[in-house]
């Protein structure tokens, strides 16, 4: 190091290698979430799996949080930025609440405000690991969006995130429709979670549904589905597969 460069080093003009981290890589992550809209509000599903890496390290992860008076807030990806993401949101949300107008953020004011969390954290190479979806209820109006870890977003009548984005969007394609009752939506979303849990390895059958309308947001005690794992593609996967072993 030349005496310039030590000079600058002592006044912090320039940093040591440790003074700047990124997340290189999601350590304890959450897997797929899947949320619709339905005749009084907007429903959403998430299982409780943690996984470190490929093992499933945790079982009661909650991914599904309310956010303010009208918000719901679902992810998947690291659980750490996800935490993080949440201390964003109280202070949002406190903020708002200072103010004591008899006015507060609604669905697409927080959702606008994440793709642009999102976003800029991308634009500084220090990325918030996880995919999001945001619904919510204000004044009758319905509200459900998603934001990617690189603040890719839009708005939709289903959304998910992971494997649901493969596997659960076209039984949403195929069998939603705008005046779902709340049964026959958590029939779907349950339909939904049983094809993620035979296919991703990273699901648990342990999961959540979410409800919010404009009452408020319920969120159910973790439950799991009933499966049937005596298909005969289960019992043999690879017959018939060239160079399989």
Known sequence: MSY???KMSQHGLIGSESDSQRTLYPYVTGTSVVALKYKDGILMAADMGGSYGSTLRYKTVE??????????????????????ILRYLDELILYD?????GNSFGPKEVHNYLTRVM??????????????????????????????????????????TGFGNHL???ILRDEWHENLSFEDGVKLLEKCMRVLLYRDRSAVNKLQIAKITEEGVTISPPYSLKTFWGFSAFHNPTVGAEGSW
Do not use: C, T
């Open 119 to 160: 976003y800029n954290r991308r634009n500084k190479f220090n990325p918030l690991w996880n995919s999001l979806v945001l619904g919510g209820v204000k004044n009758g109006q319905k509200y459900l969006g998603m934001v990617s870890m690189i603040g890719v977003n839009f708005e939709d009548n289903h959304v998910a």
């Open 4 to 6: 310039m460069d030590s």
């Open 168 to 170: 659960a969007r076209p």
């Open 97 to 101: 609440n200072m103010w004591d107008d």
């Open 63 to 84: 991914r599904m949080k309310p956010i303010g008076k009208h918000s719901l807030l679902g992810a998947s990806g690291e659980i750490s930025d996800f935490q993080e």
